[in-house]
Structures are given as structure tokens and as C-alpha cells.
């Protein structure tokens, strides 16, 4: 699988827009990009995943660029319950097809 | 609740001995994921089975590591001989698949201490 790139670290604060960037410059055809959080004491929880177009759902949005060389994960309204280690990974189908974690982004909610 | 069970939470245990982990996974999947990881470093891939075949071993799962699901239902990981090596959050995950790819659902873990 190709490797991905993010920040160690992010502050956003509550109620604001959290913007989490991951790079993957040699991402492949036929990879889709995936992310993933881990909240402390926990498994990590599934939040989205894309090919090419951006998506939406419940938790979060995807925005992939049109290269797909790099792509956000935006939550729209964080709250404390969104600090967690987010990653960002790529991936030919998921779990079989390849599922390798790196270290994330740790991010914090300011109060 | 229906999500990934795991059991024990937490286990303590001394060198040499051996231990087993049971996780029962969400009951419709039939992909079943073992995956461990230690303090921070993001969760590294043990195996995987589909229903009760055991389809992939990562090197990482040494001769003493051996997992089972029979009846392609719940599945154990037993170590034999532990080792303060061995000390880790070990992760159940089960998952489900459409055209769009697979996504992982995983339980809270059994956190293993080796003394």
C-alpha cells in the first residue's frame, strides 16, 4: 500500500471547523483513501473512506483532490468527543486488501 | 449492544505463562481481524480469517501466537510462553463489504501486561 503523510499534532477549537490533511503522493489507480479515529482507551472507529469524489456523511466530509495526491478530512462542528488520533490510510479494498496504520494526527478540541 | 466484544478488557500475567483472548464479532460479518498495538505507535495487522479459514499471517505473529475461529463465529488468539514483548492492546475487528470497499468495525481491545 502507498504511505501516507500527516501532522503528528492539531488544536481546533470547540464548535469550529477541524481540517485534518494527509498526503499520499504515490497513491495508486485503484486505491481508496480511508480514515479512521481512535478515541483514548478504545478501537478505532471507521468514518470515511473515497476514490476520487468527495464525500459526506453523518460524522465527517471527505475532500480529495482532483490528483489525488493529497486529501481532508474536515469535521464541521468539533466537540471535545472529537479529540482522538485520526489516520489517514490507503488502501486497494480495506481490511484484507491492506489495512496499515501509521501514527495519525493526535487532535485536540480547545475548550 | 452489537458492536465487536472483546474479553478479557485487561490481563496481567507473568512470564512464561500462556493466555487466551476471545473477541465475538458483530454477527452478520464474516470477516474476522486480529491486529495489536503497542503505546504510540497506530494498530499493526496479526491476521485475518474469512468464516473459519485463516487466509492471511502477518511475520509479526511468531509460532507462539496461534488464533482460531471455529464455526466462523467468535475467534481466540492464544500466546504461548509469554514475553515482556508481548505487552500490547491486542484488537478484534470485523467487517463488512460492498462495491465501494470494506470497512472495519473494531471492539475496545484486551490490554495485555507481561511481568
Known amino acids: 500500500d502507498a504511505k501516507t503523510t500527516q501532522p503528528p499534532s492539531m488544536d481546533c477549537a470547540e464548535g469550529r471547523a477541524a481540517n485534518l490533511p494527509c498526503n499520499h503522493s504515490?497513491?495508486?489507480?485503484?486505491?481508496?483513501v480511508y480514515w479512521y479515529r481512535q478515541i483514548h482507551s478504545q478501537g478505532p472507529q471507521y468514518i470515511i473512506h473515497?476514490?476520487?469524489n468527495n464525500e459526506t456523511n453523518e460524522m465527517a466530509s471527505l475532500i480529495i483532490t482532483e490528483d489525488r495526491k493529497s486529501s481532508t478530512l474536515i469535521l464541521p462542528h468539533a466537540t471535545l468527543r472529537d479529540t482522538a488520533v485520526y489516520y489517514c490510510i490507503v488502501s486497494k479494498g480495506g481490511g484484507a486488501d491492506g489495512l496499515t496504520f501509521g501514527k495519525g494526527t493526535h487532535l485536540i478540541i480547545q475548550p | 449492544d452489537t458492536g465487536v466484544s472483546q474479553d478479557p478488557r485487561h490481563k496481567i500475567t507473568k512470564r512464561g505463562q500462556n493466555v487466551t483472548f476471545r473477541c465475538d464479532p458483530i454477527?452478520?460479518?464474516?470477516?474476522l481481524y486480529w491486529y495489536r498495538q503497542t503505546l504510540g505507535q497506530g494498530p499493526e495487522f496479526l491476521t485475518y480469517f474469512q468464516n473459519e479459514a485463516q487466509l492471511e499471517k502477518s511475520r509479526l505473529l511468531s509460532d507462539r501466537f496461534s488464533a482460531e475461529r471455529p464455526k466462523g463465529s467468535f475467534s481466540t488468539l492464544e500466546i504461548q510462553r509469554t514475553e515482556q514483548g508481548d505487552s500490547a492492546m491486542y484488537l478484534c475487528?470485523?467487517?463488512?463489504?460492498?462495491?465501494?470497499?470494506?470497512?472495519?468495525?473494531f471492539g475496545s481491545g484486551t490490554q495485555l501486561s507481561v511481568l
Open positions: 473515497g476514490l476520487k
Open positions: 475487528a470485523s467487517s463488512t463489504r460492498d462495491l465501494k470497499g470494506e470497512k472495519l468495525f
Open positions: 454477527s452478520e460479518h464474516n470477516r
Open positions: 504515490t497513491i495508486s489507480g485503484n486505491e481508496y
